[in-house]
């Protein structure tokens, strides 16, 4: 299994982050697996952002729920992550990663697959 993360590099403050996650060699809604979206800001450790399971359900950090969004389209076996009113210290590298249990969980052998990660800075 393959995870390939896409966004757009370079975002302002107080716009809208969209970052794609593409998924190859297995399916995005393989019962009991769940997909999380993790990042690392930079000189920090990870952060869990949240995730969407097989079934659809989404679970987030609540730290981060008011302004985050996570989606997938199944036909295209693709996750989505969306974050809105976006601040600097919001400037990280982003990771898509699979297992198969659910939670805030930042150790980063506990996780299948992971994608290679895509810088995200917010500047203006």
């Known amino acids: 299994v393959q995870l390939q993360e896409s966004g757009p590099g370079l975002v302002k403050p107080s716009h809208t982050l969209s970052l794609t996650c593409t998924v190859s060699?297995?399916?995005?809604?393989?019962?009991?697996?769940?997909w999380s979206w993790i990042r690392q800001p930079p000189g920090k450790g990870l952060e869990w952002i949240g995730a969407?399971?097989?079934?659809?359900?989404?679970y987030y950090s609540p730290s981060l729920k008011n302004r985050t969004s996570i989606s997938r389209a199944n036909a295209k076996n693709t996750v989505y992550l969306q974050m809105s009113s976006l601040k600097p210290e919001d400037t990280a590298v982003y990771y898509c990663a699979g297992k198969w249990t659910i939670g805030e969980d930042t150790i980063s052998q506990h996780y299948d697959y992971w994608g290679q990660g895509t810088q995200v800075t917010v500047s203006s």
């Open positions: 969407i399971a097989y079934s659809g359900s989404t």
């Open positions: 060699g297995g399916s995005i809604t393989t019962n009991y697996y769940y």
